[in-house]
């Protein structure tokens, strides 16, 4: 029996939890329930709490923090999410988390309307709260940046990893009247926080009450509950305390975290530390990676050069059928000649990297020629897509160098090469190509071109044989969790001077 029976307890035991608050939920004047006495029920004229909700803080505590914006009205997608251009990690991480909220709606054929609001602000700790309205579905996430980490994390961080046990017992009761699934409920409280799995996502009121909401396949409407914040205090992590603090009594971000703000750890664990599992009856806590854990998951990022092309949405449609993401490294002149791709490929929650703006040689350029490559390239990306800033580049024939890396950096870019490289243009084979995705092991960044039909052919064959046998296509961004601008990157472990030499 082991892990697996102790799985199945605590399922049972929640969805027994929900079945009897919905039960206590359930009574009404009429049906069999209490209505008397003077027990403080609202149907004998007590006042009814106003229903917590997260806290909407003004923009300018965090320093220079700018919307980041696309649009492709055709498609109905409008999208403004947070950009700190001084915290790299906090803005990778919500580019991250957009892109998969983007590619959710875009999988069920809905438009989306997403938007953001700065929930928790304090000298340590910015807590982002973002909402896609797809009409007739919703969905939320939220980010938190820890200055004493100087790392980004999913909501489940803001819980000790030794409190997850009694913490779903209270998101339970916080989302009964919901009168959600109470299986799926129960399930969801083992998975990734939305939009990765299908986890409450929290916040806090200005009360300092932690809310939870969700949203997607478990709640197309959305639902909402609260925890009182006497009730969460004793399960938060350091971060969550200093969120709740953030929520509460806001103060400017510094980037200078106080004594006790330790990370999202338990009391002074290191924020990486592993979730403790002395007690094999109490379930763990999920992961707090806000993107895809590539850690545990067998992640792979294919890539595309050279487009867009005239069947670039093919790969495209064929990566949303499946559920999974790509990067596309696009030539300037390629996405003014058809922007429309570009568009839908940004609305469609797939990330554009550029590639420069003609596919010259890139170190060999005058530094007047360098500039203009890089900078016509962005700027066509931006007039494409509505303001989408591209987060990766990719030098053509892999060719670098120093003065490369900080041209490229200082347009907040990082550089990616790869670790496979199909040879497609070579081979112009589609079997060829599909048996060289087929030699990338987890962590592998893979070079093909969307602008051959053999290799457009490829996608569907190897995006089934990745099902077959568990491997998870994923962004660049995905597979490396967080970029650095001018550091250059080849595969999730080998990065910088790991690479080949530049």
Known sequence: ?????????????????LALVLAGC??????????????????????????AVPADLERSLVPDVRDATLAAEELGVTAAVPEVPGLPALTSAVGIVRA???????????PSNLTWQLTSSGPGVIGVLLSNDSGDRKEYASVWFDAATGKAYSSQALIGPDKWDEFKNLVVRALAEARLDSISMAQSLGEPAAPYGRAPVMSFSPQGDLVVRVGGDLAPEGAQGSIPAAEVQPLLSSLGVAAQRGASDPQPFSGQPPADQTGPGAQQLPADAPTPTADPNRETRPSIKPGPDCDKLNCVAVTFDDGPGPRTRDVRDAFIDAGMATTFFELGQQ?????????????????VGTHSWSHPVLPKLSDAKLDKELDDTLTAIRDATGGYNSPVMRPPYGSGSSDLREA?????????????????????????????VGRAHPGSIVLMHDIHDFTVDAVPIMLEQAKENDVTFVTVSELLGETEPGVVYCSQRSIGDDCRSW
């Open 1 to 17: 029996m082991g892990k697996s029976s102790n799985r199945w307890r605590g399922l049972i035991g929640a969805c027994l939890a």
């Open 408 to 436: 490229v950096g200082a347009r907040g870019e990082a550089i990616i090469l790869w670790s496979v490289d199909t040879n497609d243009w070579q081979t112009k084979s589609t079997d060829a190509t599909v048996q060289q």
């Open 100 to 110: 998969k909220l983007l590619r959710n709606a875009a999988a069920a054929g809905l």
């Open 335 to 351: 996405v003014d000649k058809h922007p429309e791709v570009t568009a839908m490929l940004v609305a469609s929650g797939m990330e």
């Open 26 to 51: 359930g009574s009404t004047p009429g049906g069999g329930g209490d209505t008397g006495g003077d027990g403080g029920n609202p149907g004998n004229g007590d006042p009814v709490p106003p229903p």
